[in-house]
């Protein structure tokens, strides 16, 4: 008899915020707090929402240009590197050949140009460090940019539906199991692609 008392007074209480949230919240009802408020427990549709971040990725046509630039930087950075290893190995080789004939006026005069190839490859390697920390800080540059913007996108596309939370789910790390009603990905996809344009990067 106890059980049953607890079990009627916490169902109230959910009741109660519920109605005392919506009651207060500057917010319009939407057709998701009202199947939460209105229907029961069992079909009930809570506030909350979740988004599948691979497929916002693979589909945002923002995210594809970015994704697009930094291809490009790290293509341009790859060719910079392959083309100053080729011209090191063209040297050495070249080096090696005027060993094998005698070619150097005085060991002095060799031992400068290998000390030339040591410095250029030791440059190639700071080039090739410094290339990567580069990029790595355009990524998390884009990668910030990027969630900002879908941030505050998000936040204008919830303005009239009222998702109290709205989660984030890669590869089924954070839901592992939902009603396919609070995926809102497809509709918050349609919103960001109509409000981005080429024009804008």
């Excluded at 970015?66 to 011209?87: F, G, H, V, W």
Aim: a negative charge.
């Amino acid at each position: 008899m106890k059980n049953i008392n607890y079990v009627i007074n916490g169902v109230l209480a959910v009741a109660i915020i519920i109605l005392f949230v919506m009651q207060f919240s500057n917010k319009k009802e939407t057709t998701v707090t009202k199947a939460f408020a209105q229907g029961d427990e069992a079909t009930a549709i809570l506030p909350i929402a979740y988004v599948n971040i691979d497929s916002l990725l693979m589909n945002y046509n923002y995210a594809k240009d970015l994704y697009e630039i930094q291809m490009k930087s790290q293509e341009n950075a790859r060719l910079n590197l392959s083309q100053k290893m080729r011209d090191l190995e063209k040297d050495a080789v070249e080096f090696q050949r005027k060993v094998d004939n005698n070619a150097f006026l005085s060991r002095e005069r060799a031992e400068q140009e290998r000390q030339r190839l040591v410095k250029k490859n030791e440059d190639i390697q700071e080039l090739d460090a410094k290339l990567s920390q580069e990029l790595m800080t355009e990524q998390q540059q884009m990668n910030e940019v990027l969630r900002d913007t879908v941030i505050s996108q998000l936040k204008a596309f919830n303005v009239d539906r009222g998702y109290q939370i709205i989660l984030s789910n890669t590869g089924g790390d954070n839901v592992l199991l939902s009603n396919d009603a609070y995926n809102i990905t497809e509709e918050l996809l349609e919103v960001l692609n109509k409000n981005y344009s080429p024009a804008n990067k």
